[in-house]
C-alpha cells in the first residue's frame, strides 16, 4: 500500500470516528419535558333501595299474606364493582299449618319466605346467626357506575303460622348492601360470580370488627 492510499485510510477512518462522536453529541442534546399526572383516588359508593315497598301497608300482616318487596342496587362510585345483598330473615319456634289446614307440630321456622332471581343473582352463602337465616348473594354482572342490578327478589310471603303464638309482635327482615371494587381485589376466577365469590371473603377477612362487616357466621 502506498502513502497516498494510506492517507485515504486514515482519513476514511477519522471520518468513521467523528461522525460517531456527532452521533453522540446529537445523542445527549435532546429536548424534556416534565408531565405532572393527577391521579385521582377511586370510589365505591353503593345505593339500596326497594321501589315497591310501603311500611304502612304491612303492619298487620296475616298468615301467608305476600309483601312487596323489591332490593335493589346502584352503583354511585366511579368504579366498577362486585355487587352483594344478606338477607337476614327471623326464625321463630312455632306451630304452623299446610296449605290443606293441617297444623305442623312446633319448629324452627323462618317466618318470611322469597324466591330469588337465580337468573341474574348467585347465592355464596347461608347461616343461621343467632335468631335469624342470613343469605347472602352475589350479582352475577360487574356493576359499572351508575347502573343498577334487577331485584334480588320482587316479594315475600309471611309463614302460615298458627294464631296466638306471635301476635302482634315486630320483626325486622333487614337487607344489606356491600360492594367490591374489582380492580386489584384479588377476585379471580373464570366467571364473574366466582370472581365475585372469592372477592366477598377476602372482603369478609378483611372487614372483621369493623363498620360495615358482613354478619359473620356463629
Not at 342496587?73 to 355487587?83: D, F, L, P, Q, R
Not at 352475577?140 to 342490578?149: D, F, G, R
Amino acid at each position: 500500500m502506498n502513502r497516498k492510499k494510506k492517507m485515504i485510510c486514515g482519513i476514511a477512518g477519522a471520518a468513521a470516528l467523528a461522525a460517531v462522536m456527532i452521533g453522540g453529541t446529537y445523542a445527549y442534546l435532546t429536548d424534556f419535558d416534565t408531565a405532572s399526572n393527577e391521579f385521582t383516588v377511586g370510589k365505591v359508593d353503593i345505593d339500596i333501595e326497594e321501589p315497591n315497598w310501603d311500611p304502612e301497608d304491612h303492619k298487620e300482616l296475616l298468615p301467608t299474606q305476600e309483601i312487596n318487596k323489591d332490593p335493589m342496587i346502584t352503583n354511585k362510585g366511579n368504579n366498577e364493582a362486585y355487587v352483594y345483598m344478606e338477607v337476614s330473615v327471623p326464625i321463630r319456634n312455632v306451630i304452623t299449618s299446610d296449605a290443606a289446614g293441617n297444623r305442623i307440630d312446633a319448629a324452627e321456622t323462618e317466618l318470611f319466605s322469597f324466591s330469588p332471581d337465580n337468573k341474574n343473582w348467585t347465592r355464596i352463602d347461608s347461616y343461621v346467626k343467632g335468631t335469624d337465616k342470613v343469605y347472602i348473594f352475589s350479582y352475577n354482572e360487574i356493576l359499572k357506575p351508575s347502573e343498577k342490578t334487577t331485584p334480588l327478589f320482587q316479594t315475600m310471603t309471611f309463614a302460615n303460622v298458627v294464631e296466638g303464638q306471635i301476635d302482634n309482635q315486630t320483626f325486622l327482615v333487614p337487607v344489606r348492601a356491600y360492594a367490591i371494587q374489582t380492580a386489584n381485589t384479588g377476585g379471580e376466577g373464570e366467571s364473574v360470580p366466582e370472581q365475585a365469590r372469592n372477592a366477598f371473603y377476602t372482603y369478609l377477612n378483611q372487614n372483621k370488627g369493623l363498620e360495615g362487616q358482613v354478619t359473620e357466621k356463629g
